[in-house]
C-alpha cells in the first residue's frame, strides 16, 4: 500500500479527502494511467523494436534490434510523473517546463513528445502512425538516429541528461524573471549525490516569489545508480525528511509499496501534486499581494516539493532467470538482454509489452486514441511544445546602451591608468537598468571584487533568508545572483539562456575551471543546436573572467591559472569566442557585441587593477572589429618597409610589456624596426579554414610577416599561440612567452618576471632572435639584464614593485 | 552570553557539569586563551607589521607594510579551534589532523606552528625569538615568502586553503584505514556553499567506524564571505540543525553571543569539544569491540559534529571609521586599511595588538613564555607536526604482485581480442589482496561498467546505510569506494595520497573534467611539495580513465571528451604523465609503473571492450619501458632503408585503425614502404629540454624520419599532438587525426569514421601524402574510399559496424 505523508503529521486519510476535495474523479485518474501506458510502452519499444512496433504480429527475434541500447530503469517513473503533470496542466493551464534529471531519460521524453503529437509536428519523418511509431523505436541509439538522454533533439528539454547533477539549476534559472512559469524538475537520486545538485537545494534562498516562478522539485528515488544502491534512497526516511527540510523545502513523500496497485500509486501522487501546487499557489499570491509577507527563514514559507519513491524499471520484468530486476539495480539497462537469442527472453519482452494493452492505446493505423491523446495539453501549454524550451522563440533582444559615453579618453597612448573592470561596471549599471527583467549578472561572491560595483546602483543581489542592518545592496530581487558556487552561478546562468534570457557569468579566471564541464556540456548542446532548424538562437554564454593570473598579489598559485581558455578551444569552432580586450575602452567594445549575440560561448579576460589606456573610443571599436592589428604608436616601423622583428601581445599586463619592451628597443636600439601587434579576438590566429574568425593567410603574413622572428607576449599558457598559429606561414619564427606554472604571492612584476613575459625578457628575446643584434648591442643586452636583475632585488627587498614600472608610463 | 545546544534538547546547564566532570579546570582554560592570544597576535602581526615585532616601541606608520596583503577575518576562529583542540590532543594523547578549510586561513596554521615550534624547526631562519617573530611576520603574503592560504609550505597542512570546498573530503581521506586517527576539520561557512562540500556530508556512510578513523567537522558560521552573508549562517538555525541531522549528523551548536566573554566561550567550546570526543570513542569502541554493532540508518550512531557561530574577524577592530567591522564582512581582509597614512588606523592597529597582552606571552627576548609553550602537544602530537600531515614519511611501499601472472599471451598480434580493462581487474585484484591496508579504488560508481568487477572476488564496496538481500558487493568495510560524485572520489583520494597511502581513480574519461580544478590544485600542490625538502614523497595521484570517447555507443556525445589530457599537460612537466597503452598488457605494464611511483600526475587511457592484442608480455614491458616504438610486424618496412610513409598512432582504437590502415596499404600497394609507430607515454613526443620524459631529437628523427610524411592517429583532439611536437625537426611533415568533436550514439567504427580516424582514411590520407602515390594508385584510393562509403552505409542501415571490421584480424 503507497503511502503519502508531509512533516506535519498528513495523514493517509488526507489522501482520499484531498482527492475529493480537488476533484480527481476516476475517470481522469484512468486517462493518466492509459497515458502512462502508453507512454511505458513507446518507451520500452524504442530499446528493443526494429519492426512489429505494434505486436500486430506474435514477436519473433528479428523484430527486435540487434544490439540493444538504452536504458530502462528510470524511465517508467519519468512517465509516470508526465502523466500526472499534464493532468495539472490541463485543468489549470499551467504554463508548466518539465527538466529530467535522471540519466538515460531520453526514451521517456521522447516517448511524451510524440504522445503530444509535437515529435510528429517537429519532425516530419515520425508520424502519427504505425510506421511513424516504427520510425521512432528504429532510431533510438540508432547510428545517425537520436541519443539515449533528454538532449537538444528532444523537444521540451532544456538539460541533457548526461553528465547530471545540473538539473535543479538549470530549472531555477528557468523559471527566474518568468513568474507565469512552474518548473516541474525530476532529479534523480544518482544525481543527487553529485556537488552541484546537493549545492542546488539552497536555490530557493534566490528566488523572488513575487517576480519570479516556482520550481517544483520531484525527487525521484528509484533506489539504485548503475551498480549501487543510492544514498537518499538507503537513508533512514525520517533523516531524509530532516535533510530535504533542512535545505529549506516541505517535502511530500509518495511512496509505492505495491508496485502492481498502481491505481493507489496514482491517486497518493494526485492528491500529493495538487497540494504542493495549491502552496505554490498561496506562496505566490501572498508575496505578489503584499510586498511585506514574511519570508522564508522568518518564519514564512517553504516550497513544497514531492518525493517519489518508486521501483526501478516499474512495471517492466520482476524477475529475469531467477534474479530480481524490477525495483533493483539491475533494472538499469536492458532488463532483458538476450531476446535474440533467448527464447525465453523473448516471450518475458512480449508478455511485457502486452501489459500495456497496447490496443486500448493506439487505433488500427497506429494512431493514438482519442481517450488517450485528450491526455495531452493545449498547444503551447505541451511541455515538450513550450516555447520556454526553445527560449530563442522567447528571446528579446537586449537594450544596449551606447557604451561610448562610459568610454574613456586617451589623449595619449599609455599615460592614463583605468581599471577596465570598474568602466564596465557603469556601462554594466545601464545595460541592467534598461533590461530589468531580461538580464542578470551572475557571479561567486566576486562581483564586487571584480570591480563591477557601480551596478549596485541600480540594482541589488537577490536574497530571502534574514537581511541585516549591516548587509550592502542585498534585495529580495534584483539583478545580481551571488552565491559561492560556481556551479550553481553557471547552471541557473544555462537555464536562464536556453529559455531565452540573457546574461554574464563574471568569475575569477583560475576558478571557472570549477565549471569545466559544465562548459563542455553546453558547448556540446549549442554544437547540436545550432544545427536543428527548429530550435531558435539563445544567447550567448558570457564568461567575463576577472582577478586573472597576472593579478594575484593576495592569493597566490593556487589562483593562477589561465588554463579555461586552452580548454574551451577544444569545443566546435562556430561556437566558442575568445577575447583579451587591452584596456579599459576595448573590453567595453567586445562585451557590447558579446552581448548582442547568439549561439555562442563567449570567454572575455579582462584585468581589474587599473591599468595604461591605449586606444581612444573610436579606435578602440575599430581595433576591436579588426580582431587584431598594429599599434604603429607602439612600434618604430618605417612605413613601406618590413620590420626586423614583430612585438605581437595578447592580454592586458602581456600588451603592457609589450608595449614598454618596444619602448626599451627604441631607446637602445634606434634603428631597429620593430612592429608591434596587438590581439583581442585570439581566433584571428587561427587559420580561416579552422574558425570563421581566422585571419586569412595573406593578411596574416601581411601582419605577422612571413620570416621576421614574432615576439608574442601571451596571457596564458604558451602553446595555445603555437596551436593556433601552427598553419601560418612563419611559425617556426614564433616565440611565445606567457604563464609557464611559475607563480606565488607576489607583485604583478615579479609575476611577469617569474614567467618570462616582463619587458626586459622580450626585449632581450627580440635582440636575440634578430640577426646580428646581439654582437652590435651587446651593451644594451647587458643593461636591460641588470635592470631586470634590480627589480628582482627590490621587489624581494621592499615588498613592491620598483616605482618606475609602478608608475610607468608611454614616453613622448 | 554564549549558548550550547543540542538537538536532544541539551541544555545550557549541561555546560556546567560537563566542565565539570571532565575537570577542565580554570588553569587549564586560561592556558588556551593564552595560547589563542599568542596566535592571533601573531596572525595580526603576519598582515601588518615588518618591524618593532613585539611592540617595544611606540608602533609608527614605518613599522607596518607598505603593501597590507592577506585575511584577518576567518582567522581568530581558527585560531581559537586550534587551541582548544591542542587542549584534547595533550590531555588524551590523540592523534589528531587539522584540516584549514575556510579561504585565507594562512595566518593562523603559520602562526599556530611557530608556537608549537614546528615552524622554526623546518624554517631555521624563522627562529624562535624576537627576531624569527621579525621573519615571521615579513615573509607572509610577501614576494618570495609564503602564500596567505594554508599551502604545502605550511606545516601541518594536507590541503590548500585557496579555492574552497574540499576540506572535508580531505578529512576523510585522511582517516581512512587509519583508525587512531581523529581528523579535525574546520569548514567555513563560505566554503560550504560550494557544491563538493555540500556533497562530502554524507562521505560517513563511507566510513567503517572499526578500522577507520573519524572526522570531526567543525562548521565555522562566521556569517559572511567576501561581500555577503553566508546561506547555512542566514537560515534559521532550527533549520540548519535539520540539514545536519539530515547529513546524518548530530550537531552541538556553540554560539558566541558576547564577543568580550571570551571565559564563556572557551567553557562553552571545551564542554561540547569533550562531549563530541566522547562520543566518537563510544562509536569506535562499540563497532570495534562488536562487529554487528548497529549502524547509521538502523537507528545506530551518529557522528557528532561542532557549529562555532562566532564573529568574523573576533577580537579585532569592532568599528573603523565609524562603521562596524567585528562581526560582518568588513573584516574579511584587512581590517584597517590605511594604516601608514592614518594615525587613527595606527593607533587602533596598536591598541589591537596589545590587546592580546603580548607581554605576558613572550619574554624579552621574543621566546614564547613556558606557561604558553606548555599548551602545544609533545613531539609528534602537534599539529602542525603529525607524519600525518606529511605522508611520505609514513609512505609504505604497495606490494605489487607480479602482472605477468595476469598478462595474456599474444600467439600472432592483433588476432585474439581481450578487454584490457578485465585483464586489468583481475592484477588490480591481487594487488588490492596484497595491500588491505594501504590501497583503495576510487569510482563514480563505474568500477564494474568500467570491467574492473574482478576486484569484487578479494574486497567489497564501503557502505554503512541499509545493505539489503539484492545488493551486490556492499559491505561495512572494503577497498572499493563507489559514490555518484568525481568531487568525492578525488577529495577523499587526495586526502589519502597525501596521508601516505595509495590508491586509483576510474572514472569515465568524459566526467573527469569534473575535477578540473580538483586536479589543477594537485598538481600545483605536488609542484611546491617537490621543492620542499622536508616534504617527502607521497604516492602519485593515478587517474584511470576507461569507457572513453571513442566507445560510447550507449551514451553519445555528452560522454565524449578526450580532453583531460589537453587540460593536463599544461601543469608542470616534472608533475605530469600521461599513458595510451595500446592492449591489455601494456595496460598492466604502465599500470605497475604508476602505482609504483610517487610525486606523479599519472593518467592512463585504456578502452573496456575486447580489443586485439599486440604484444605478449615481455614486448609489453620493453615497449613500455620505451615509451614509444617501431612495430615491424604491422610495417611493411625494408630493413635499412627509410620508410616512404610512417603511421603513428597513440590509444587502443587509434592503433586499431593504423594497423588496419598499413595492412590495407600493404595489400593495396605492394612496395610501399610503411612504418608503423606505436607511442604507449605521450610525453615522449615532447623535446627533451621540456619534458624529463621527451625523447632527444636525434632519436625522435631516426623514429620518425627527419621529413616523410607522419600520418597520426591519436586518440584526443588532434592539436595536442602538434603541441607536444612542435619542436621536432619533422613536424611539419605531421598530419594528425583525431577527435574533432564529431559525436553523437552510434558504433565505435562509425565514430571513428565521424572523426577522420577509420583505417580508410588514414590510408588514403597515406596515398595522398607520399609523392607520386595518388597518381600511381588512384584505383586503390577509388577502393578505400567506396569501401569506406559502405561501411558508413550499412552502419546506418543494420545498426552495427560491419562484420569484417567488427571480427577484423590482422591478415598472416
Not at 199 to 226: C, E, M, Q, R, T
Not at 563 to 591: C, Q, W
Request: overall charge negative; aromatic content about 8%.
Amino acid at each position: 500500500m503507497a503511502g503519502s505523508t508531509g512533516h506535519d503529521g498528513m495523514q493517509d486519510t488526507m489522501r482520499e479527502d484531498d482527492v475529493r476535495q480537488e476533484g480527481i474523479g476516476q475517470g481522469v485518474l484512468e486517462l493518466v494511467d492509459r497515458w502512462w501506458r502508453a507512454a511505458n510502452y513507446l518507451s520500452v519499444g524504442q530499446i528493443y523494436l526494429r519492426s512489429n512496433p505494434l505486436l500486430r504480429e506474435p514477436l519473433q527475434a528479428e523484430d527486435t534490434k540487434s544490439r540493444l541500447l538504452g536504458h530502462w530503469g528510470t524511465t517508467p517513473g519519468l512517465n509516470f510523473i508526465y502523466a500526472h503533470l499534464n493532468r495539472v496542466i490541463r485543468r489549470d493551464n499551467l504554463e508548466m517546463l518539465f527538466v529530467a534529471g535522471p540519466g538515460h531519460g531520453g526514451p521517456a521524453v521522447v516517448a511524451n513528445a510524440w504522445l503530444e503529437g509535437t515529435y510528429s509536428e517537429i519532425y516530419a519523418h515520425v508520424g502519427n502512425d504505425e510506421a511513424g511509431i516504427a520510425e521512432l523505436f528504429r532510431q533510438f541509439s540508432y547510428p545517425g538516429g537520436i541519443p539515449s538522454h533528454a538532449a537538444p533533439e528532444s523537444p521540451g528539454s532544456i538539460s541533457e541528461g548526461g553528465e547530471l547533477g545540473y538539473s535543479l539549476a538549470h530549472a531555477y534559472g528557468s523559471v527566474f524573471d518568468n513568474p507565469q512559469l512552474v518548473t516541474a524538475v525530476v532529479i534523480g537520486d544518482g544525481e543527487a549525490e553529485t556537488g552541484p545538485l546537493a549545492a542546488s537545494w539552497h536555490s530557493h534562498n534566490f528566488l523572488d516569489p513575487a517576480a519570479d516562478g516556482a520550481v517544483l522539485p520531484i525527487l525521484h528515488l528509484n533506489g539504485y545508480k548503475i551498480a549501487n544502491p543510492t544514498i537518499l534512497a538507503r537513508m533512514p526516511e525520517d533523516q531524509l525528511e530532516q535533510l530535504l527540510r533542512g535545505y529549506g523545502h516541505q517535502p511530500y513523500f509518495v511512496t509505492v509499496q505495491d508496485p502492481d496497485n498502481t491505481e493507489q500509486a496514482h491517486r497518493d501522487f494526485a492528491a500529493v501534486l495538487d497540494r504542493c501546487l495549491g502552496e505554490i499557489k498561496a506562496i505566490q499570491d501572498s508575496h505578489r499581494q503584499d510586498p511585506e509577507a514574511e519570508k522564508v527563514g522568518e518564519g514564512g514559507h517553504r516550497w513544497p516539493m514531492i518525493v517519489l519513491r518508486s521501483p526501478k524499471g516499474w512495471t517492466g520484468p520482476r524477475t529475469v532467470d531467477g534474479l530480481q530486476v524490477e525495483g533493483t539495480w539491475r533494472a538499469h539497462q536492458v532488463p532483458l538482454s538476450e531476446v535474440r537469442t533467448n527464447g525465453e527472453h523473448l516471450k518475458q519482452l512480449e508478455e511485457w509489452l502486452k501489459s500495456y494493452r497496447a490496443d486500448e492505446l493506439f487505433d488500427a493505423e497506429g494512431r493514438l486514441r482519442p481517450d488517450v491523446a485528450r491526455g495531452a495539453p493545449a498547444g503551447d501549454f505541451r511541455m515538450s511544445a513550450t516555447p520556454h524550451a526553445n527560449g530563442g522563440l522567447l528571446r528579446r533582444a537586449l537594450k544596449l546602451p551606447a557604451y561610448r559615453d562610459h568610454a574613456v579618453e586617451v589623449p595619449n597612448p599609455g599615460t592614463d591608468r583605468v581599471s577596465p573592470m570598474i568602466t564596465l561596471g557603469s556601462w554594466m549599471r545601464d545595460v541592467i537598468a534598461e533590461n530589468m527583467d531580461n538580464f542578470r549578472l551572475f557571479g561567486p561572491d566576486e562581483t564586487a571584487s571584480n570591480r563591477l560595483q557601480n551596478v549596485y546602483e541600480v540594482t541589488d543581489k537577490v536574497w530571502q533568508y534574514r537581511i541585516d542592518d549591516v548587509d550592502e545592496h542585498l534585495a529580495r530581487s534584483g539583478r545580481v545572483m551571488e552565491v559561492l558556487s560556481e556551479h550553481l552561478c553557471q547552471g541557473w546562468l544555462e537555464g536562464y539562456l536556453l529559455t531565452g534570457r540573457h546574461g554574464v557569468f563574471n568569475c575569477y579566471e583560475a576558478f571557472v575551471h570549477i565549471v569545466d564541464s559544465m562548459f563542455n556540456q553546453h558547448a556540446k548542446w549549442l554544437k547540436v543546436h545550432r544545427k536543428l532548424q527548429w530550435r531558435q538562437p539563445v544567447p550567448s554564454l558570457n564568461y567575463l573572467l576577472s582577478s586573472h593570473v597576472w593579478q594575484q598579489d593576495h592569493n597566490g598559485f593556487s589562483h593562477q591559472d589561465p588554463g579555461f581558455i586552452d580548454h574551451a578551444v577544444n569545443k566546435k569552432a562556430e561556437v566558442i569566442r575568445v577575447y583579451l580586450p587591452p584596456d579599459a575602452n576595448t573590453l567595453l567594445s567586445v562585451m557590447e557585441h558579446c552581448l548582442a549575440s547568439t549561439d555562442y560561448v563567449n570567454i572575455v579576460v579582462s584585468g581589474k587593477q587599473p591599468s595604461p589606456t591605449w586606444l581612444g573610443p573610436a579606435d578602440a571599436a575599430n581595433h576591436c572589429r579588426r580582431g587584431l592589428g598594429i599599434w604603429t604608436f607602439a612600434g618604430s616601423e618605417v612605413p613601406g618597409e618590413e620590420p626586423d622583428v614583430v612585438l605581437a601581445c595578447a592580454g592586458d599586463v602581456p600588451t603592457v610589456e609589450t608595449v614598454a619592451a618596444a619602448e626599451l628597443l627604441r631607446e637602445g636600439a634606434p634603428g631597429l624596426k620593430v612592429r608591434v601587434v596587438n590581439v583581442v579576438d585570439l581566433m584571428r590566429l587561427q587559420d580561416d579554414s579552422e574558425h570563421p574568425h581566422g585571419l586569412p593567410a595573406h593578411d596574416f603574413d601581411g601582419i605577422f610577416t612571413p620570416d621576421k622572428p614574432v615576439i608574442f607576449a601571451y596571457h596564458g599558457y604558451p602553446a595555445l599561440i603555437h596551436r593556433l598559429a601552427y598553419r601560418r606561414t612563419n611559425q617556426q619564427g614564433l616565440h611565445v612567452h606567457g604563464y609557464k606554472e611559475e607563480g606565488t604571492t607576489t607583485t604583478p612584476f615579479d609575476m611577469a618576471m617569474l614567467n618570462g613575459i616582463d619587458r626586459f625578457t622580450l626585449a632581450i628575446d627580440a635582440i636575440d632572435r634578430v640577426p646580428g643584434l646581439a654582437g652590435t648591442h651587446a651593451l644594451l643586452r647587458q643593461d636591460l639584464q641588470d635592470r631586470r636583475n634590480r627589480a628582482r632585488e627590490h621587489t624581494r627587498t621592499h615588498g613592491e614593485d620598483p616605482k618606475e614600472i609602478r608608475n610607468w608610463k608611454l614616453g613622448g
